[in-house]
């Protein structure tokens, strides 16, 4: 149990727990408009400290998503929560500089996701395809200005880090290959339409990639190429007619009881297991042919 010196601060926007110690001000945000309620952070929290409201769903359409609240008295600061979140939603700051001690420790690897863009290849006749196809907005586009189209040249491509979610939806609809996406969560998604009510959208409402949309006779599809697997539809579909498995994080190398505990509680036992043999077989390897090789190699 932490000491009762936390304040917290709640608020329509934000969730701010603030700890003075004698060494340090810990402060921990949570962006409750960048949250969608996946609950990935109430699932892997050590301390139990993530406390999920449910949806409000109404004839079918989301009304108001899941809100998340944090126990300012089981908080330690610790930022599993801030290293899984899929939707870049918690932050942790020490004495006004952002920082996730879990990784700073060594105790949780580095998440693998990225996105790059190679200016060079850039051309206007691609319509401004990423920065359209975006679904957080996180793409802007940077033109020299000129108003004709045979002339205009696309000066530069910005990525608003804390509102990519690294879906690829950019990626797939570049006509020039510009844009690399390297997405952390893999895994499978189903929908059981049997299942769904008539007329229900609210997964359709959700979904922060916008991969999943209504087909002819109102039946929700999963693009599932676009999907980052956070989860937020299968946690306000009332029928529970939505099947997700994470199968795969992508991170750097580590050794930690505590990321294979979180592992576990994100996506399951199976995928633990799969990742604890790969590195053992990662060390086999090293030994008999003294080269290290790289653990994701071994994952394919």
Known sequence: MV???TVKIKSRKKVVLERATLSARQVLTVNSELCVGCGICEKICPEKAVIKSPANVHEGRLVKKCQIDIDAEKCLFCGECVVLCPLNAIKIEIDGRETIPVIESGAFPEIMKDISVDVDLCNPVCKMACQQVCPTK?????TDGEKSIEKLKIVDVQIER????FCKKCEAACPLGAIKVVKPINGIIKVNTSLCLEKCQVCVDICPSKCISL???????????????????????PTKAIDLERRAVLHSEIKSGAWNEALEKLTSYQTLVKELNVKCRKK??????????????LLK
């Open 3 to 5: 000491s009762r010196t």
């Open 138 to 142: 996180a793409v802007r586009i940077i």
């Open 162 to 165: 804390q509102l990519c979610i």
């Open 215 to 237: 087909e002819k006779g109102g039946k929700p599809a999963v693009d599932e190429k676009f999907c980052i697997f956070c989860g937020a539809c299968q946690e306000v579909c």
């Open 284 to 297: 086999a390897y090293t030994r008999a042919y003294g080269i290290e090789v790289s653990a994701t190699l």
